[in-house]
């Protein structure tokens, strides 16, 4: 009597689905799944650090590539100028 059947839970999956889309949740779960990753990594890097009190370890704690401060100024000039092109038309 007080629990939740299978029923109940396949309704509110169907009802979820109806509302957010297949799509819009496969991105959410990829990246739910992509945060604990990164979170996961960067707890065993700490844990990894306070082992071996190495400071001079540069592993990066996220899976992404860092750019230098030339490259961003040229992706932001490159940004404006297409859009003062698309709204000159």
């Known amino acids: 009597m007080g629990g939740i059947s ?5 309704i509110i999956a169907v009802i ?3 509302l957010f889309g297949t799509n819009k949740l496969r991105t959410l779960g990829s ?3 992509a945060s ?3 979170f996961k990594k960067a707890i065993g890097d700490e844990a990894a650090d306070k082992d071996t009190n190495n400071a001079e370890k540069t592993n ?4 992404f590539d860092t750019k230098n401060l030339a490259q961003k100024t ?3 000039e490159k940004s404006t100028t297409e859009s003062k092109n ?3 038309v």
């Not at 990066?60 to 899976?63: K, R, W």
């Open 31 to 33: 990246d739910l799944g």
């Open 16 to 18: 979820v689905v109806l």
């Open 6 to 10: 299978i029923w109940q839970l396949l």
């Open 60 to 63: 990066n704690d996220a899976d």
């Open 36 to 38: 604990v990753k990164g």
């Open 86 to 88: 698309k709204e000159q």
């Open 74 to 76: 040229s992706t932001e």
